[in-house]
């Protein structure tokens, strides 16, 4: 059978691919502290790496299909808004179908369901567009007394939403530069990729962490974070001792950064979005 060519494949496709393997090679990223990865679990006891790679899988039709809205519509306003909120809940069911009610990428949802639209929409400015988006009210969502909710009540945390309100400043002003940092430092894809995560982790208010451990876990990940990049990161022995003893602490606090680890997939999709489309 003769193989198809990269312009015979629609532009929402190639989006859903990229999509999609951004968040399979988020999860397979290993040692990420806390989180699920090719060594374990991390700090989640309902979670485990081919579960994550299932729900990943079964998110690709809904990128597609925020890819084709984007598409449909073509520019930014409440109509959009309102279709990429419905594709979302119905990707989130197809999500809880799939891991039998397991919560494994609602974030991703939200961060990569904006990107896709967005890179459909303006591929010169993607972060802008998805933030333009994320502005809009939706008249249509549910407001759930989420755990992003409590810990906005609790703390004052900024979360999700607002992370993509303001353009996704952790990957645009964190985890993308780290990432190009540690590639030209020859540290290697893997460690880059670390490198990146660790970034985002120095400043993020992780909702995920401070509903699971207060502000001692968000201070335990920011510091620890940091401390590897202090050491010289994930490529060097030093850094990689400080990964171990924040692995560590993160465990002891039962303190899992899931919503950095979906910006880490927000960064690897922004990230291949400069190459061919
Ligand atoms: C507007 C929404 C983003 C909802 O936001 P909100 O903050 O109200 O809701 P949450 O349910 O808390 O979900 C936000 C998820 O975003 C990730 N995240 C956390 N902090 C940040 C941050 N600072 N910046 C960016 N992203 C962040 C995080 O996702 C990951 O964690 C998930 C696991 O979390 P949780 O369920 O709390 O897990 P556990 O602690 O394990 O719980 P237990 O099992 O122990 O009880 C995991 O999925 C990662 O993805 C936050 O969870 C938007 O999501 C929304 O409106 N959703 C409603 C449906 C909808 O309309 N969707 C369509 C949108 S277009
Ligand atoms: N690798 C991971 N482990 C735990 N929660 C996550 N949420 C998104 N990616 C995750």
């Known amino acids: 059978m003769r193989a198809l060519k990269l312009h015979e494949i629609s532009l929402a496709d190639r989006l859903a691919d990229r999509a999609v393997d951004a968040l399979i ?19 989640h006891s309902d979670l485990h790496l081919g579960l994550m790679h299932a729900s990943a899988l079964s998110l690709w039709p809904m990128f597609k299909e925020m ?23 119905e990707g989130e069911q197809a999500m809880l179908t799939t891991t ?6 609602r974030g991703a949802i939200w961060a990569l369901g904006l990107l896709t639209a967005a890179a459909a929409l303006e591929p010169r400015a993607v972060t802008l567009t998805a933030a333009k988006l994320a502005l809009l009210n ?6 759930p007394l989420s755990h992003g909710a409590q810990v ?21 002003q964190r985890g993308l530069p780290q990432l190009h940092k540690s590639r030209e430092q020859n540290a290697g894809e893997q460690n880059a990729r670390l490198d990146a995560l660790l970034a985002i982790m120095t400043d ?12 001692e876990g968000l201070h335990a990940m920011q510091h620890g974070a940091q401390a590897v990049l ?5 490529a060097t022995l030093a850094g990689r001792r400080q990964l171990h003893a924040l692995d560590q602490q993160l465990l002891a606090l039962n303190a899992s950064p899931g919503g ?3 910006l880490l997939a927000a960064c690897l999709f922004i990230d291949r979005l400069d190459g061919a489309l």
Do not use: W
Not at 74 to 87: K, T
Not at 204 to 215: E, M, P, Q
């Open 25 to 43: 090679d988020e999860a397979d990223l290993s040692p990420k502290p806390a989180l699920v990865d090719r060594r374990g679990n991390g700090a």
């Open 67 to 89: 890819a084709e809205a984007a598409l449909e519509f073509g520019e930014v306003g409440l109509p959009l808004r309102e279709a990429l909120g419905r594709i979302g809940r």
């Open 100 to 105: 039998h009610g397991v919560n494994t990428h």
């Open 138 to 143: 939706d008249r249509y969502a549910p407001q």
């Open 152 to 172: 906005a009540q609790r703390y004052g945390a900024r979360g999700a939403r607002e992370e993509a309100q303001l353009g996704f400043p952790s990957v645009m």
């Open 204 to 215: 993020l208010a992780d909702t995920c962490v401070l509903y699971r451990a207060g502000t």
């Open 230 to 234: 202090d050491a010289g990161g994930s």
């Open 260 to 262: 950095a680890a979906d």
